[in-house]
């Protein structure tokens, strides 16, 4: 069962021990956009990935988002996340340098509606950051997109994230629509993700109060 508390709409709501949470921003596009200049490298391409191993998969997850505390795909069971990269209407690209996957943009189609697109993870490793390997990415999941009759590209960000993330989303010619809040129970303290996962996150143990 859902545990739930009382949301202070005109002020501060104190969360259970061993919660955190974070303000998402939901944006989206409902044209087709001119894609910004592509610094696209001789040594990167982006490959659409049919059947993703599981282990190559959550690495790269891994690798993106450990830092900014992605955790969606790392609580998630072998079995369930093997059935969603499974499913016909979930597309996998890798970012790829020198054969090795840097970038990841996962997209599915259909979500939020039948003409919708939802770029569900998009990120390339901290190493990338700054490289145009992101630009280059963005432009080739967007081109994909866009194919098939697609009427609107959605995805989100969050406070958690990188602080350039919704700059960039922005850039790509996104607008933002939505905010939530996320609660959630911390990934850091059930061993899903190391403590050392998103230094920018206040780790607060409740084992450690006293």
């Not at 499974?86 to 509606?113: C, V």
């Not at 629509?177 to 303290?189: G, H, Q, Y």
Request: proline share 7%; charged share 25%; net charge negative.
């Amino acid at each position: 069962m859902t545990e739930t508390i009382a949301l202070d709409l005109d002020g501060y709501t104190d969360l259970p021990p061993g919660r955190i949470a974070n303000v998402v921003t939901y944006l989206e596009m409902t044209d087709r956009p001119a894609l910004a200049t592509d610094a696209a490298g001789s040594d990167r391409t982006v490959r659409h990935v049919e059947k993703p191993d599981l282990d190559t998969y959550r690495d790269l997850y891994r690798r993106i988002g450990t830092d900014w505390l992605w955790f969606s795909r790392a609580v998630m069971p072998d079995d369930d996340l093997r059935a969603l990269l499974a499913k016909p209407a979930t597309e996998i690209h890798f970012l790829e340098q020198d054969g090795k996957p840097i970038g990841l943009a996962e997209l599915h189609r259909g979500e939020g509606g039948p003409a919708n697109v939802e770029i569900a993870m998009f990120g390339v490793v901290p190493e990338a950051t700054g490289t145009g390997a992101a630009r280059q990415l963005m432009n080739a999941a967007l081109a994909v997109a866009w194919d098939g009759g697609t009427e609107r590209v959605w995805l989100h960000t969050c406070s958690f994230d990188h602080p350039a993330a919704l700059r960039f989303y922005r850039r790509s010619g996104f607008t933002p629509f939505k905010f939530a809040i996320e609660v959630s129970t911390d990934p850091r303290l059930d061993g899903h993700l190391p403590r050392s996962a998103g230094p920018h996150v206040a780790l607060i143990d409740p084992s450690a109060a006293g």
